[in-house]
């Protein structure tokens, strides 16, 4: 016997969508429905009427074959069989992640597909793949960030199973999975969970819509959606931590907040994506939080950029302070027109460290990378770093891929709204900017894998392997201990010393040293 | 010399108007604007034109003569001549405030006035009075939350004068001074803030505005301006300590939250008014709270009523865990829709407790207070509790005059959308609701002091006299320790034991022992 349940206050009536019967359901006093389907089976289609209306995908569907708009499919999650029962979890303090989207990383764009290139991961010496959200969005093709069926892995990558295999996959390597999830907003199109109850807020605003109700009228039912999200991808799909996409975001002025309770139902790690360099992340139970600051300063001073962001930035002299203090103090900021920040007194354990990442490299107009020259000195100071480095797919031998802003939005006016504001970003003219609804853009962020063999770029490969295995081989690069970094700005030369290690970093030549 | 400056980002052109002279002011990189005007003395008027506009009030003048719309006046501070060198300044742990309103604490509703029944205050034993907000707002009748000139005691009260010949009194007299200071939002009229600078956001709401931009571009000097203001109420009119309105409304998503750099920066202490229930404000730097909960359990044993928030009390078994813990526990909030609060493990000093408050009253459709015979009861459990005790202002002598809503907005279309949303609110007919406009209204509201020689109101006062000086003779009275204080429910009886002391309360026949 199925028992069919939906938590949906807004409707008066609500009937369950099995093939073509219509059955009544029950509401409980806060507004969750249920019905018993005896015959609902694993695999078999249903959805949700509201009033009467067209069916609806149920909020927590673990599969969606056939898009947001589709109906829902049963799963039953204790049908897989696991062969990770050796995987003994993901140690933050020793991690090296690998940032990947599934659609670009393989050639098929899929779970299988990945897991064709774990090998790779494995030989180059990363501990865990950060993977972009893989929650069912609009379309076949965006970087995961539309997600609205919070619960199913898309169906374009392979779906439920195909996600278990890819995490499967990732243990019997020895590779850990961190999975991105989003929980400050909902994507713009297939969200139908303000017909069911107020997972929406307007007393907020985030850049991508309303905020998430996590503190007003009703929010109890959406924290719980939110947390059993998190404790459903660990427990279901064994993964070992959660990316917790733009935390600030994510806004409760509750007395405990959502963070909070996210924590203490997951145990797994958690990893916040934030800019606000406030520490207060850390007591809500957050593990650790990207390292913005680390990125900025590490590329105004490979780059010379100053636009956007980047104007907050010295170079160098940023740089040696993060190095040695973890983030920058507390000044103002001129890009945010206010003072920002706290200091930071953690481990170097807590901050991710990268020289690039889906953000910094795709909300470029072009989605251009850092050239292998760059990556040379860049990886040398990510891989000896005391935070926990990650890599972006296709970085360790300076990918020529692109990866610009993508999407395929079935809703045309609002695919048109992306492809004008993305050109509108930029201040570029037409045929400046990659069209994210045009499937060219999209197949030209998939990674040639028979680049890293190339001249040029194989020894770039070679580089992040030695420095990889450097890493691995010098418990002193993995101590998070910041007070022990030693560091020294001498005009463009930059020199880190690590128990026995010295980088010499010259970013006038573009010259590194390490030994 | 005197100098004029204004922090003005927003205009292109700033002048000083003073007298009939106009005259141009330079603009430092922070959107300071200034200029020398060697003749401006003390008790000048002057005003700033922006772009060529009509005069506007400077933000942090110190005196507005003419109301919120009219030029500024020069305040020399140091020229007040204070007798108050003796005044050893507020305890909060063995502290009794006394919540009055300037404007109908007197028949003069002014300043002075509200001195000539400082001495009634003293034999009544409160250590400190809470003096409803003074800050300048539109018109002559306020409760005073509608404030605009938020560096100038109100002229209608007296002005800066009239509020240090107050103060002084006070503490003359060996009280001391709380004032309630709104940095949540500004009034709706005469505020040209926004003329001047990013003073406003709408990245939130609050219930009366927008909310005022802690977090957001331009908001270091938005701040500055809140906490320098702090500081000038206690260094320019030696407040003792600030009430802070409305606290949750006081929105800092950054992560240096203003309450800790205002807490930072004031020598006295601070209350929050706030119903969150959430110890973080403790963590900010806030003395204490308001304690609602421990009103509307009292509130809804002595009567009761169970409308509005009152849904969320039971009455005696939450007051009687209010009284052992401080708050209520977390757990859903009918009212609210949601899960409220969170664990108070603090002192009953950081709690100030009262059975009245000028909103328990005035949000009342008719501002009715309780009874003389709910005041027995409650006075006993107040002035024997855990916490600091407030009382209302005539409430200790059961006044019998209400403390309804009342505004004097002189723009009308405001005026009469006051007095429509005051109608709506309560759902009650014309006449029913007093009207906030109605100069009636307000003069209603004035304490009858002849009423507290009469029959039936003569006997209260001396109850609570008596209530004072049993807290002031009994260590254990002010023993801010909840795990000391020893509570039992038997059917309406309420039985409070406090070292010597035991309060019996039956909330059924309204009697009350102390002994």
Redesign the interface.
């Known amino acids: 016997m199925t028992e069919l349940r939906v938590w949906a206050p807004r409707p008066g009536r609500v009937e369950a969508v099995v093939g073509d019967r219509r059955l009544a359901m029950t509401r409980d006093d806060r507004g969750w429905w249920s019905v018993d389907v005896p015959d609902l089976v694993p695999g078999a289609d249903y959805g949700f009427s509201l009033d009467g209306g067209p069916p609806r995908p149920d909020p927590r569907a673990g599969h969606l074959p056939h898009g947001v708009h589709g109906p829902s499919r049963m799963v039953d999650h204790d049908a897989f069989v696991w062969t990770d029962d050796e995987w003994s979890g993901v140690d933050l303090s020793s991690a090296v992640l690998y940032e990947l989207h599934i659609g670009t990383f393989s050639e098929a764009g899929t779970f299988d597909g990945a897991i064709g290139h774990l090998d790779h991961l494995v030989e180059l010496g990363v501990t865990a793949v950060e993977v972009l959200p893989v929650a069912e969005f609009a379309g076949d093709r965006n970087w995961g960030y539309d997600g609205v069926g919070l619960y199913a892995p898309h169906h374009a990558y392979g779906g439920p199973d195909g996600f278990k295999r890819f995490v499967d996959a990732c243990h019997v390597r020895g590779l850990g999975v961190v999975l991105d999830v989003v929980y400050n907003h909902f994507g713009p199109e297939g969200c139908y969970l303000g017909e069911l109850g107020p997972y929406h807020t307007d007393?907020?605003?985030t850049p991508w819509g309303a905020a998430v109700n996590f503190?007003?009228?009703?929010?109890?039912e959406v924290r719980r959606f939110a947390v059993e999200n998190a404790v459903h991808w660990l427990r279901d799909h064994h993964v070992d931590g959660l990316r917790l996409d733009a935390v600030?975001n994510i806004?409760d002025?509750?007395?405990?907040h959502v963070l909070e309770e996210l924590a203490e139902a997951t145990p797994g790690f958690l990893i916040g994506e934030s800019d606000?360099?406030?520490?207060?992340y850390f007591d809500l139970g957050l593990d650790a939080t990207w390292n913005d600051d680390f990125h900025h300063a590490l590329h105004v001073a490979l780059t010379g950029e100053r636009h956007g962001y980047y104007v907050d930035y010295e170079g160098l002299p940023d740089l040696a302070h993060v190095l040695t203090n973890g983030w920058l103090p507390?000044r103002?900021s001129p890009f945010?027109?206010?003072?920002?920040?706290?200091e930071f007194t953690g481990s170097g354990h807590q901050l991710v460290a990268y020289a690039q990442n889906h953000d910094q490299v795709g909300n470029r107009a072009r989605g251009d990378r850092l050239s292998p020259s760059h990556l040379r000195v860049a990886a040398a100071l990510v891989l000896t770093s005391p935070f926990v480095p990650m890599l972006f797919m296709g970085e360790e031998w300076g990918a020529s891929t692109p990866f610009p802003y993508f999407t395929s939005h079935g809703d045309l006016a609002l695919g048109h709204a992306v492809t004008e504001g993305r050109r509108r970003e930029f201040e570029l003219g037409d045929g400046q900017v990659p069209d994210p609804q045009d499937p060219a853009t999209y197949a030209q962020a998939k990674l040639d894998w028979s680049e890293r063999h190339r001249p040029g770029h194989a020894e770039l490969l070679e580089w992040y392997r030695s420095l990889l295995a450097l890493r691995r081989a010098t418990p002193e690069l993995r101590d998070g201990r910041l007070d022990l970094v030693e560091v020294e700005v001498r005009g463009d030369v930059l020199t880190v010393r690590r128990g026995p290690v010295t980088v010499v970093a010259d970013f006038g030549s573009l010259d590194v040293q390490v030994g």
């Open positions: 007393f907020f605003s503190d007003r009228v009703g929010s109890d600030p806004v002025l509750s007395a405990v606000a360099n406030d520490p207060r507390r103002h945010r027109g206010r003072t920002h920040g706290r």
